[in-house]
DNA sequence: TTCCCGAATGTAATCGATTACATCGTTGCG
DNA sequence: CGCAACGATGTAATCGATTACATTCGGGAA
């Protein structure tokens, strides 16, 4: 901001209206502490003069800088655009702003440095990115600082630090038993990438429900996968490749499965005929892709909401939580046009 | 941040190096003026201390907050989110922060102050959001502030504001020419929302390439739309209800593109057999969409970068652009299969 | 009437980095 | 030898809001 004019402070309002800056202070964030008729005069100032608080010189007085920090892998991706949406308006309502940071890949210790030790934000939404939040937690404590992190994983959660998640392995399950279901015991699975050293946790449902079921694992169905649609499409390459091919598959999220479906169809096979296809997340474009997508979906608005007033909680509270709570939410059964039951000869 | 021991300030590593703060602080912003022998101690001390600035301080004393803000109607959509993909690395390279704001919908006066007038930002980076960059610019006039702003709309950009953005007109024209190119004379348009009192410019290129090839602009063709799917589904149900039908479909962009396809199905109308589209925008979805559409792409992430560059370069020069800039970058027709060309008997 | 108490308000220190200005020591030149 | 000039560094004011502590004032109790 390059100001013609000074922008108004603390004291022009103070002067104007015949009281201390103190008592203007008061006013802003302790309004009962003053009585009714000084709070007016002082309230009338403010709108005279277009006062506008100085952030930086209120962060650098309290410690705090009433910004969030989201790190998500790729916001480009339309599964964390719609929680980055969601975000910024829970955290706007709280009076927070959001700053966003992507997959930084640096060591986490700089990192947190710029932005955390520096006074830029007060608290940390981890949306994968890189950064194992149990590495964070260790950072942290040699650190000796005590660092507000909300994490929203589709890995098991770390157990030292909060967490706002879908139910993966559960909501895996039941896709796989959905497709069960519609007769289908030839399944295979696109899985997401394995991060931070942990087991994908929408594979081992996947791995659950096969064997609950006395299904067969066929390794060459289990496809590694990167949550993209190239993904999707060399996976799909790599089934056309087989000679024994599932009749369905469980995509690890919506996109690959768009990016495998589409794969499908260059090499002339069809989903649903061919191959039945259930995808997670239920993005937008899932409703309107062709065929439409049947899918789990995670309520991703509630996940950026829970986990952006959590977070507020932590900072605000100005507790460690040294029992970090875990939120679990459910994801549901979309169910669409990209799979269809076998009929009883098994095509 | 909470912190159980104190965070190293300047004047600890000042300590350490036995030199004054001042030292430090030149060490860290104009090392040249400072002797080798004890820039190095300096550094040693920083790295020991584990020092980092205060953010905060330096934005007081400073009144620059090394942060931009990144206004757009809604991230959930991928369009925006590739953008924003880019400014935030593009804005980290030359070490600024991104916060981001949605729709807030209230009036520009106090949404400015919150964020730009109270030391939160130093510059605003526009992609609509409710928020007309004319206003603002009379408002900053009338408040007396020269307000680094970098705007990237589809309406023609406002003369006083520095902009990014497409030739939207001329492509749209190219990409109504392009159905022509494929025999098509029947031709429509799903048109995007009008903001800010200023006409669509996407929708001028559709007008001006029909008028110049003599073609007739039929009212019932040309449905109002809102970028969104929903309003492509209920443009689709709208020319399913015509007896007359355009036979090709210029819509304003892909995800509205993608709704009207979609819509067209459920009728029982196929895209490109009945009714060829193209879409604008060339978002991720539109290689896998099935048909994969035609569109014009928009260099997204030139578009965030080259805003986000020039921002900072307003911000840093501390120049009221007097004169603005307006780039304008070119858009680039993309063919796929969602258009396919008329035969001889216009079938 | 005097004294105490509490509500309302003021005074001034504080947060941490930057920077104008002052100081000190060298070097170079007349 | 003396002094100017310059480079390196230190001193201290400053940015604007918060808040611990001090002050003032009025009312009620003894």
Redesign the pocket.
């Known amino acids: 901001m390059v100001l013609t004019r000074?922008?108004p402070?603390?004291?022009d309002v103070a002067l104007r209206a015949?009281?201390?800056?103190?008592?203007v202070?008061?006013v802003?964030?302790a309004p009962e502490?003053?009585?009714e008729?000084?709070r007016e005069r002082v309230n009338a100032a403010v709108r005279d003069t277009g006062?506008s608080?100085?952030q930086a010189?209120?962060s650098?007085?309290?410690k705090t800088a009433r910004t969030l920090l989201m790190v998500a892998p790729n916001i480009g991706n339309p599964f964390y655009s719609v929680i980055l949406d969601a975000v910024i308006d829970e955290a706007q309502k709280r009076g927070y702003g959001v700053l966003v940071g992507t997959n930084i890949g640096l060591d986490p210790g700089r990192w947190l440095t710029d932005y955390l030790l520096s006074t830029r934000a007060d608290g940390l939404l981890l949306f994968h990115g890189g950064l194992d939040p149990e590495d964070l937690h260790t950072f942290a404590r040699e650190e000796g600082i005590s660092l507000p992190v909300v994490a929203s994983y589709d890995e098991p959660p770390a157990p030292l630090v909060t967490s706002v998640v879908t139910d993966n392995r559960a909501a895996a399950a039941r896709a796989v038993r959905y497709l069960m279901q519609l007769g289908h015991t030839k399944i295979g699975h696109l899985a997401g990438p394995v991060r931070n050293n942990r087991p994908n946790e929408r594979l081992l449902g996947f791995e659950e429900a096969m064997t609950a079921a006395n299904l067969p694992l066929n390794p060459a169905w289990i496809l590694p996968g990167n949550y993209d649609q190239p993904g999707g499409i060399a996976a799909a390459r790599a089934i056309l490749a087989l000679t024994e091919r599932p009749t369905a598959m469980f995509c690890g999220n919506d996109e690959s499965a768009f990016g495998f479906i589409h794969g499908l169809r260059e090499g002339g096979v069809e989903c649903p005929r061919d191959i039945s296809v259930i995808g997670f997340d239920d993005v937008g474009q899932a409703e309107i892709y062709h065929p439409t997508l049947t899918t789990m979906r995670q309520p991703r608005e509630d996940l950026g909401r829970v986990a952006t007033r959590r977070l507020i909680d932590i900072i605000e509270k100005r507790e460690t939580p040294t029992d970090p709570v875990h939120v679990v939410l459910p994801a549901e059964l979309i169910i669409r046009e990209s799979t269809r039951a076998l009929d009883s000869s098994g095509r």
């Open positions: 000074k922008t402070t603390i004291q015949q009281v201390s800056s103190a008592t202070s008061r802003l964030s502490r003053v009585s008729k000084t006062y608080i100085n010189a209120r650098l007085r309290m």
